[in-house]
């Protein structure tokens, strides 16, 4: 089985991302918009590696006390083998660390694939935003994981 690295993005895989990206959703994010998240101090923009090729990425934002889950997508041919877990419990740990203490999300009503895999990882259905995306024409779920700790500056038991 593959051994797979996990680590920052970095501009040079924008291209490989935009890739992936241009896989994965009928709408996708340009390349340039890409850019603009791998290369911003807010956005957390994570990258999963075998043998240095890219195959697969999420990016996620905390402010104040609320993460977001912005993207996350897998190279169709490494899909079902974890990676989609992987990537969301990393952006979910940095979440944690800048502070969240919930993370939100939103999701394509028909994308069961992304939906089960949210499940999975503890996000619950918290609303919905009707005929929010295009290409087709379908309502976003957003969904939620309340966070346990997140960084906590509660020192009463110091
Ligand atoms: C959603 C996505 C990131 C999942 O990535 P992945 O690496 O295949 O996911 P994993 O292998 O980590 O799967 C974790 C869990 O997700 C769920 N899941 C993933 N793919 C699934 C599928 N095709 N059908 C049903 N459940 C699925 C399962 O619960 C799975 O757990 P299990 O393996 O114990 O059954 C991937 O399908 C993808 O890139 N899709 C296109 C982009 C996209 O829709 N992104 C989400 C936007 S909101």
């Not at 390349?31 to 075998?50: F, G, N, P, W």
């Not at 079902?80 to 989609?84: A, E, H, S």
């Not at 895999?117 to 999975?120: A, D, P, S």
């Given at each position: 089985m593959s051994e797979f690295l996990l680590r920052p993005?970095?501009?040079c895989d924008v291209d490989e991302m935009s890739d992936i990206e241009q896989a994965s959703f009928s709408?996708?994010?340009?390349?340039?918009?890409?850019?603009?998240?791998?290369?911003?101090?807010?956005?957390?923009?994570?990258?999963?590696?075998?043998?240095?090729?890219?195959?697969?990425?999420g990016m996620s934002l905390t402010a104040a006390d609320e993460g977001e889950?912005?993207?996350v997508a897998v190279s169709p041919e490494y899909r079902?083998?974890?990676?989609?877990e992987k990537i969301l419990s990393d952006m979910l740990r940095m979440c944690a660390e800048r502070g969240a203490r919930a993370v939100y999300l939103e999701v394509r009503e028909s994308n069961a694939p992304a939906a089960s895999?949210?499940?999975?990882t503890g996000f619950t259905v918290a609303g919905r935003r009707k005929n929010y995306y295009k290409y087709p024409t379908e309502d976003a779920v957003i969904m939620v994981k309340l966070l346990p700790g997140g960084d906590d500056n509660d020192n009463s038991c110091d």
């Open positions: 993005s970095r501009t709408v996708p994010w340009s390349r340039e918009s890409i850019r603009q998240a791998v290369t911003s101090d807010k956005v957390y923009s994570v990258c999963a590696l075998e043998n240095g090729k890219v195959v697969g990425y889950i912005l993207n079902r083998r974890g990676l989609g895999l949210y499940v999975k």
